[in-house]
C-alpha cells in the first residue's frame, strides 16, 4: 500500500505502509488518511504562510530597488548641476587669468615703449655729446 502526500516544495511523495491484519490495517488507514489530510491542510497552511513571507521580501526587493534608482537620479542630477558650476567656475577663472595676462602684455609693451624712447633720447644725447666732444 502507498499514499501520496505533498512535499515542502509542492511535489508529491509516496509513503508505503506495511501491510497488516484486515481489522488492524482499516484502522491504521483511516488514521494514515486522517494524519495525511492533516499534514495537506498543514502544508497547504505552511505554503500559504511561505507564500506570505515570500511576497513580503519581493516587496522589500522592489521597494529597495524603487529606492536605489531614485537615489541613482538623484545622484545623476546632483553630478550634472555640480558640473555644470564646476564648468562655469573653471571658464570663469581660465577668462581672469588670461585677462591678468593680457594686461600685463599691455604693461610690459607700455615700458618697452618707455625704455625705446628713453634710449633714443639717450642715443641722441650721446650723438650731441660726441658732436661736443669732437668739436672742442
Known amino acids: ?14 509513503k508505503r505502509l506495511k501491510p497488516q491484519g484486515e481489522e488492524e490495517g ?4 483511516d488514521s494514515v488518511h486522517t494524519v495525511q489530510e492533516e499534514e495537506i491542510e498543514a502544508n497547504i497552511t505552511g505554503s500559504e504562510e ?7 521580501i519581493l516587496e ?17 542630477t546632483m553630478f550634472k548641476e555640480l558640473s555644470n558650476e564646476f564648468e562655469e567656475k573653471l571658464i570663469m577663472i581660465h577668462k581672469e587669468q588670461v585677462e591678468k595676462w593680457q594686461e600685463e602684455i599691455k604693461e610690459l609693451r ?24 669732437n668739436d672742442q
Not at 2 to 9: G, L, P, V
Not at 50 to 56: A, D, F, K, P, W
Open 50 to 56: 511561505m507564500e506570505l513571507n515570500i511576497s513580503l
Open 60 to 76: 522589500k526587493i522592489d521597494n529597495f530597488t524603487q529606492r536605489v534608482s531614485e537615489l541613482l537620479e538623484s545622484g545623476k
Open 110 to 133: 607700455a615700458i618697452d615703449a618707455s625704455n625705446e624712447e628713453a634710449n633714443a633720447v639717450l642715443h641722441n644725447a650721446r650723438y650731441l655729446l660726441n658732436l661736443n666732444h
Open 1 to 14: 500500500m502507498s499514499t501520496r502526500r505533498e512535499n515542502s516544495e509542492g511535489g508529491v511523495t509516496r
Open 26 to 29: 482499516k484502522a491504521d488507514a
